[in-house]
């Protein structure tokens, strides 16, 4: 008897091992099987074709602009909509001009995946900024759709090319990711660009309806939401400088932003001994040397850009106004940065006998990357350099200092970002550059994502 159970205990270990071997080389077959001429091919050479598609269209001559539902935007909108439609998905543009493109899953309720970036520019942009988001995405979906795994997903995808993220002509940013995201007001539509023209007028021009009612019908349901991920540039060095191509996000710093007015006497340049001075230049650099020093660690920016009252050679200065960028991933150490800068600036102009006024003109919370959607997004990271070749044991963990459509839809749903390395940091500039293999790497981690959290293999198409 107890020879009959050892054997049977043994048959089902066997079996186990068996049928473990079996899942595991479902799994190592992944998007493998799409091939990796076919996975270059549209991940890559196509994806770079499009993006330099997309850099064309432009409102200006010789460089690339394209704000707010211009004619150029409204130009872009039509191959980004063909090539929704060419990877299987059905498209709409929103009454904010949000672009659309959805796939539905078998499971009907379950909720959405958005993955987004924008279509938008500043003026005289690089051809990467928004764009390599919307396009990987795009690409991502389109190698599913040839592999037959769009049948097979767990729940909705759906891509959105957002109208606004620079705020360039508004200077209202994320007017596109802010709407579906139910966070913008309806007095923004009275808001005025330079010529007086609102955002209604701009809405109402190019056949929206630009109402109140109009802007609720582009909020998204919370509930209806499971996360948002985008892809972006980094816009920044680390990357480039650490060597790799990608990198997460896991968070966008918070922002204060101060006006300072530095008063003090002008005088002559030579015949005012240095301790009778009221100089409100050396006083400012002191200030901004000590800022410097409080920011001095790591996810601590700060910016100052000057304007000097003092306009004459001959004189040393009597006025200075200066404004003050700080950015942090901890709210609370930018608020200490912030009161510390304040103590400090009262106390240095009072031992430089000038006068100083702070005004605090911007204040944003920083945002959290979801844990668990990065954790997933790292793991697509690791696949894709896998099969790119490359040996990389930890892709890095970054924060980023610019604001990105994530930031306005973290208050709709959970969010997670991949940075993808640029050419010296460089971005808001024609000399914004991309490596092909890194677009490459773009649309990959991507797919790798989709593979591994939404499609179910077992699922039968
Ligand atoms: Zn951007």
């Known amino acids: 008897m107890a020879s009959v159970l050892r054997k049977n205990a043994l048959i089902s270990l066997l079996l186990i091992a068996l049928m473990l071997v079996i899942v595991a080389g479902l799994e190592a077959e992944s998007i493998g099987d799409a091939g990796s001429d076919l996975l270059r091919e549209i991940l890559r050479d196509e994806a770079v074709e499009r993006i330099n598609q997309l850099a064309k269209i432009s409102d200006a001559d010789g460089y690339l602009e394209r704000t707010f539902l211009s004619l150029a935007s409204r ?47 500043v003026v005289d942009a690089g051809r990467f900024d928004g764009s390599l988001g919307i396009i990987s995405a795009i690409s991502a979906l389109k190698v599913l759709k040839i592999s037959g795994k769009l049948l097979k997903l ?15 002509r508004f200077q209202s940013t994320f007017l596109g990711s802010a709407a579906i ?17 609102t955002i209604q007028d701009v809405l109402k021009a190019n056949s929206f309806e630009g109402t109140d009612g109009s802007l609720l019908q582009v909020k998204y349901d919370p509930e209806s939401v499971w996360g948002y991920v985008e892809v972006h540039i980094e816009q920044g060095p680390v990357l480039e400088s650490l060597g790799y191509p990608l990198g997460i996000v896991k968070g966008i710093a918070g922002q204060t932003r101060l006006k300072v007015k530095v008063t003090g006497s002008q005088g002559h340049a030579g015949t005012v001994p240095m301790l009778m001075r009221q100089d409100s230049l050396t006083a400012a650099a002191e200030l901004i040397v000590n800022l410097e020093s409080l920011c001095k660690y790591p996810d601590r920016v700060f910016t100052c850009n000057e304007q000097c009252g003092c306009y004459s050679k001959e004189s040393f200065s009597g006025l200075v106004n200066f404004t003050v960028d700080v950015r942090a991933m901890d709210d609370e150490a930018r608020e200490i940065v912030v009161s510390e800068f304040s103590r400090q600036i009262y106390q240095i102009c009072d031992n430089r006998m000038v006068n100083c006024t702070i005004e605090r003109k911007h204040n944003a919370e920083a945002v959290h990357c979801d844990s668990e959607l990065s954790r997933q997004l790292k793991q697509a990271a690791h696949s894709t350099m896998k ?75």
């Open 181 to 197: 995201a139910g966070q913008l007001p309806a007095s923004v539509l009275k808001t005025s660009d330079k010529n007086g023209v």
């Open 75 to 121: 130009k872009a909108a039509e191959p980004i909509i063909k090539w929704m439609q060419d990877a299987g998905l059905r498209t709409w543009v929103d009454q904010m001009g949000n672009i659309h493109g959805r796939i539905e899953s078998v499971n009907r309720t379950e909720e959405t995946l958005l993955i987004g970036s924008h279509y938008d520019t």
């Open 154 to 168: 767990k729940r909705p995808v759906e891509i959105i090319a957002f109208s606004d993220e620079e705020g360039v």
């Open 387 to 461: 099969m790119l070749g490359k040996n990389i044991r930890e892709v890095p963990i970054l924060m980023s200092g610019a604001g990105h459509d994530a930031m306005a839809m973290s208050h709709l749903t959970k969010v997670g970002m991949v940075f993808v390395r640029c050419r010296g940091g460089i971005s808001h500039s024609p000399d914004e550059y991309v490596m092909d293999d890194d677009v490459w790497a773009a649309g990959l981690v991507l797919l790798n994502f989709l593979d591994q959290q939404v499609i179910d293999d077992h699922m039968s198409s």
